[in-house]
């Protein structure tokens, strides 16, 4: 081992002792890395992949495994720019990583660069970084560009921005439109946030003073007026019926305009009208319980609720 710079309060043999063990853990950690990388090429091979495959198969992959998807497309993206046959054993996965999108990485990675550091010709992160930006200053391919881009957008604030501007192009956003994956993750996105909303909105009603109540109740009043029902003199179950309906009504008008039908599988379809149907059997109750004075359920009704609380 060439001569190492030692930190205060180590000897020099203690100190080199550190540095192989850390070597060989990263020479370790590398081969782990680069066999998840190649654990997705091999389950990938032989499928398509043209409409989000790759994302659902790392996904899935990825929550079954015990691993962060993240990470695992990243693994994926590595070992799919380093063939077996051109990677180095002795330079860690991290340095191949850097120089993934360099055009002449195979022929750069065969010759050690100098380490002003250690005074060694090795591979370090820091010289393969110092290669890459000055090796792809003009990006050629779309792999090239889009690795560009993800090193000039690495805050959420400048990609969100670039998102935004994009989906000004009118192509760009057919594609989006276009893309299964793309309407997923924006829907998934819209239903985080509209949880987040309701979770802050339930939190502000609890902090609200007695004066905020006393206000909020009288709103009520005012709106159940033409119901024929005032808040002081209603009973509570009805009240918490009207609360139920509003509730109920208040969450599909935000939720049915984000359905894509054309996206479900009839498995899916199918769950959805069975909770419709289940909806229309308990506004039926209700109903008779109001106009009767008869609360039991009928025979199928009960045997839906029987069997839901069985499960």
Known sequence: M???TVPDGYTKTGWEKIVRR?????KEKSGIQWALGDLVIEALDGHSRGHGEVNQVIK???HQIGANPETLRFYYGVAGQWPKAKRRKDVSFTVHAT?????????LIRKDPYDPFTKEHRWTVNEAQKVANRAVHTPTNQEERLAHTRRLLHTDEDAAKAVTEMLG????RARLA????ARHLMRQAQYEHWREVDEAAEAEAELASADDAAEVEEEFEEEAAPLGVRYSEAPMEILRLI???ASFSVSLQRIIPEVHSQDYTEETKQAVLDNVHKARMLLDWCETAITTGRTDPDKALARLMEDEEGE
């Open 243 to 245: 609360g139920a309906f």
């Open 169 to 172: 192009r009118p192509d760009v």
């Open 99 to 107: 120089l993934a999108y360099v055009p002449s990485r195979y022929v």
């Open 2 to 4: 060439a001569t190492l």
């Open 22 to 26: 850390g070597r060989k853990l990263m």
């Open 178 to 181: 276009s893309d299964q994956h």
């Open 60 to 62: 899935m992959l990825a």
